[in-house]
């Protein structure tokens, strides 16, 4: 690891002037994930902007919406009782990821700023574009287990390693940033972005710009939801594949639907057109695979990750019969 600078602050006008004065300079709380990537010389910040005396760290209702602080743990977010009636998908989703120990120091902005766990971009021994721009992408025709099957490029086909993330995608959420411009918001699902040909990047904050919180707004589904995740081991893996799915159900109709997928793309896949496609339809396995079906197209597999062709669909009609009690 290198050696680097570090300073503490306790106002986001000083965090984000901290950040302004070094163009090498990133914001640390929990460090779970930062941390590692310094370790294995993957980021070199040379400087360090210690942000958890910010006050961000508050979960509460707002005009119906639930507001969550981006330096809010993962743990309490997780087991906050609000959250766990307005929006339990979210709860299963942060208790299927990492391990107890990782979540209570995890923060709710650092889950969505963690990178790819790709082999290739650990192994600075190894091409990486994402690392390295122009030197190539080595799991392209590489081990590529645990890699995308959804919106990958030649430069690029490493997944988004979050459980939270897909739940915040399925449920709509909206991010609050602060930069030098000012205060901004950001549509869930436009604050990760697919690779093209500039896999680097891997969100839309702009330079200097601070998560503040998430916002997710009120909806239906406080039933019928689950988060399934299918991995290596029960503990301490990521996503092979998950499936959040949080469903509005009438009798046996579906009124209303989200679904997103984790662990095969490049950002938390949301199936749109498997959502429409359910949409009025009666509760059955046999739309539910056809929803499948439907959320399948355009996936591609690279070799070792072919099995997800067959898991991804069934992992879909596994979890809506969860939430749908048809199981």
Known sequence: ?????????????QALDALSKNGNAQFIA?????VDLMK??????AKLVDITNLPLYEIKKESGNIYIGALALNSDVA???LVQKEQPLLSLALKAGASQQIRNMATVGGNMMQRTRCPYFYNTDMPCNKRESGTGCGALKGFNRMHAIFGASESCIAVHPSDMCVALAA????????GPKGNRRIAFQNFHRLPGDMPQKDNTLEKGELIIAVEIPNNSYKEHVHYLKVRDR??????LVSVAVAVDLQSDTIKDVRLAMGGVAHKPWRL?????????????????????NVAMHGAKGYGY???????????IVEALKTATGKA
């Open 171 to 178: 449920l709509d959420a909206t991010v609050l940033v602060s």
């Open 234 to 239: 029960t503990s301490y893996a990521f996503a």
């Open 272 to 292: 749109t057109e498997a959502e429409n496609f359910l949409k009025g339809k009666a509760a059955s396995e046999a739309n539910f695979r056809q929803a499948a």
């Open 30 to 34: 929990g460090g779970s994930n930062l």
């Open 1 to 13: 690891m290198i050696n680097f600078e570090y300073t503490r602050v306790s106002t986001i006008q």
């Open 40 to 45: 294995k010389g993957v980021t070199t910040p």
């Open 305 to 315: 990750n072919n099995f997800k062709l067959n898991l991804a669909p069934n992992t």
């Open 79 to 81: 087991e906050d009782q």
